[in-house]
């Protein structure tokens, strides 16, 4: 049973590829497999990692992931070899699910013409998925970064069938927060589609345990005084301030959900009264949290 796509994101479109074959799988007593590749053969920014792809594959219950590197040498191996070659002789696919619209091969020449021809000289079962449409507009990827970029959060999330999340690793900051009594967690994010500027009421999940939490994303216009003259755009921190955490977490990965925008970013007169206003946007999240 394999499924084969990039499935970035693995949105409700995904999903429901993903859990037809993990229950064919089940039923017939063989392993559920999804074929993928990293990076983007499209070039597109990531909704996820490749990490963070695979343990959300991976919690709807397929047994093995296939990550395929799309390089130079793998683009040009042709439709009709990568079908009879890998998917075939390799994986032993008897079952293949894959969107309709999903192309492969060198030149994107491999369609759903082109399998359903193999199908019946190689005598494997395939699947086809027409795209899902919500409202009449597609579910797919390109659209929900579209949505994340544009703070349509919510909207985001509901086609996730997920919180909108980033996925990093933390690492040392100038500690200025902990130095303030409200100590942050600084992420390295894994991938490059992350919700505008602001702070937000948050879920940290550290190790699988899940904390309540606020999130500031943004350039900290009150702390760094841009230099005269000086046009480049500054890079946005994302910076996480988890309740009811007293430790250190510096090299490990973090994973952060936004749940509700509480305010924009915007410049404060002086560094206390952006401490005043963040300890408000931590009562703020708290009583989302509660009210959750």
Known sequence: M??????????????????????????INARSIVVTFWPHPQKEE?????????????????????VIRFDKAFSLMSAEKFVNDFLLKRLGAGYIYVGENFRF?????????????????????????????????????????KLINSGKLKTAEFLLGNPVSVLGTVKRGDSLAK?????T???????????????YAARAILNNRKFPAVCYVGTRPTIIKQSLGIKNKKPRKIEVHLFGLRRDIYGQDLQVQFIKKIRR????????????????????????????
């Open 265 to 292: 970013e915007r410049k404060f007169v002086s560094v206390e009264s952006l401490v005043k206003q963040i300890k408000k946007d931590i009562l703020t999240a708290k009583s989302i949290f509660s009210l959750h």
């Open 105 to 145: 091969g060198r030149g994107a020449k491999g369609d759903s013409r082109l399998l359903l021809k193999l199908s019946r000289s190689r005598r494997f079962t395939l699947r086809l998925y027409d795209a899902i449409k919500i409202k009449g507009r597609q579910i797919s990827s390109t659209y929900i970064r």
């Open 185 to 199: 967690a600084n992420i390295d994010p894994h991938h490059k589609v992350i919700p505008p500027s602001g702070v």
């Open 46 to 66: 990531t909704l996820y990692s490749l990490e963070h792809r695979l343990n959300l594959i991976g919690e709807i219950g397929i047994d093995i992931c296939v």
């Open 179 to 183: 130095r303030w009594g409200l100590p």
């Open 2 to 27: 394999v499924a084969l796509g990039v499935f970035d994101g693995v949105h409700l479109a995904h999903r429901r590829i993903l859990q037809d074959v993990v229950n064919k799988a089940r039923a």
